[in-house]
């Protein structure tokens, strides 16, 4: 019923920008929170941001604070990651995952998309 697509991923220089795509389909998402997560070679999955589909409420880790910005185009039924001041240990697979409002855990995820950062 509910199909998340990655999209954006790819090879840049510290410092330089990118900007992840997240196509939803499958049903309404009006009662959505759509978060991304990144997992790093030799690492744990770990949170990253997260946005109500209504109303646009955003919350970050500490770790991207300030860089990296979450929104989403109603129209089109996608959600975004803009990356901005990408750094070495930003390098990880980024992938997109939703849930209802009343839900405790994340039920539908993407497959990823690859974000390397050289140095």
């Known amino acids: 019923q509910v199909q998340l697509v990655e999209s954006g991923g790819g090879l840049v220089q510290a410092g330089g920008s990118l900007r992840l795509s997240c196509a939803a389909s499958?049903?309404?998402?009006?009662?959505?929170?759509m978060g991304w997560f990144r997992q790093a070679p030799g690492k744990e999955r770990e949170f990253v941001a997260r946005i109500l589909w209504i109303g646009s409420s955003t919350y970050y880790a500490d770790s991207v604070k300030g860089r990296f910005t979450i929104s989403r185009d109603n129209a089109k039924n996608t959600v975004y990651l803009e990356m901005n001041s990408l750094k070495p240990e930003d390098t990880a697979v980024y992938t997109c995952?939703?849930?209802?409002?009343?839900?405790?855990?994340?039920?539908?995820w993407g497959q990823g998309t690859q974000v390397t950062v050289s140095s």
């Open positions: 499958g049903r309404a998402f009006r009662n959505y929170v």
């Open positions: 995952a939703a849930r209802t409002t009343t839900s405790t855990k994340y039920e539908y």
